[in-house]
Each structure stands twice: as structure tokens, then as C-alpha cells.
């Protein structure tokens, strides 16, 4: 018999009855967490860890890739910046570069508190 995880749970129902701008939202947060935790495991030399959390923060990249609408100048203009930072996440993988992670993570900061200010402003119009 295996027992859910009410945690677990908990985040599988947030997700599927979530509206798309607040899923960016979490996974902009996401983002902002696993690049956090990697760039902490390399510090304390975990490189296991510290891998695992960036194939994580890559991976919800690639989410995020996915989830553009193609033909917008907004699109594009994110999927240029998405891509940079995955990029940017490849070469700290591979050199244990400390620096790379902090420079996404500061654009990863940045993108989620803009995501946030607009999803107040739309609220406060509707």
C-alpha cells in the first residue's frame, strides 16, 4: 500500500486547478528555487546536488519553451532570454561556475517579480 505524500498532494491539485498565469508564476518560483539550491550544493562542494537541482532549473526552462505562443514579438523576445539562461545553466554545470548560476538567478528574480507585478495590475483592471 503506498500513502500519499499530503505535500505532494497538496501541490499536484494546486497545479491542475491552477489558471495558466498563476502555473508561470509557480514556475518562475521554481525556477528561482532549484538555481538557489544548486548554486548553494556547489558551494558546499555537493556537486551531485548541485546537478540535480540545475537539471531541475533546465528543466522548467524548457517548460517554460514550451508554453510560448509563437508569432508574438513577447514570445520571442522570452524565448531569446530562456534560452540565453539555459545556456548560461549548461556552462555552470559543466565549469562549476558559481558566477553563471547567480547571473540566471538574478534573471530568474527578475522575471518573476515583473510576472508577479503584472498578474496584480490585470487584477486590479478586471
Known amino acids: 500500500m503506498v500513502l500519499n505524500n499530503p505535500y505532494q498532494t497538496y501541490q499536484k491539485q494546486a497545479v491542475t486547478t491552477s489558471k495558466p498565469e498563476d502555473l508561470t508564476?509557480?514556475?518562475?518560483?521554481?525556477?528561482?528555487?532549484?538555481?538557489?539550491?544548486s548554486k548553494n550544493a556547489l558551494q558546499n562542494n555537493n556537486l551531485e546536488e548541485s546537478n540535480s537541482n540545475n537539471l531541475r532549473a533546465q528543466d522548467i526552462l524548457s517548460e517554460l519553451i514550451v508554453t510560448l505562443k509563437p508569432g508574438y514579438d513577447m514570445s520571442d523576445s522570452l524565448l531569446s532570454m530562456y534560452d540565453y539562461m539555459k545556456s548560461r545553466l549548461?556552462?555552470?554545470?559543466?565549469?562549476?561556475?558559481?558566477?553563471?548560476?547567480v547571473e540566471v538567478e538574478e534573471f530568474a528574480l527578475e522575471l518573476t517579480e515583473t510576472w508577479s507585478a503584472a498578474m496584480?495590475?490585470?487584477?486590479?483592471?478586471s
Not at 549548461?90 to 548560476?101: F, G, P, Q, T
Not at 496584480?120 to 483592471?125: F, V, Y
Open 25 to 37: 508564476y509557480m514556475l518562475y518560483q521554481g525556477l528561482v528555487k532549484f538555481i538557489r539550491l
Open 90 to 101: 549548461i556552462e555552470a554545470n559543466l565549469s562549476k561556475n558559481v558566477d553563471k548560476l
Open 120 to 125: 496584480k495590475l490585470s487584477k486590479t483592471k
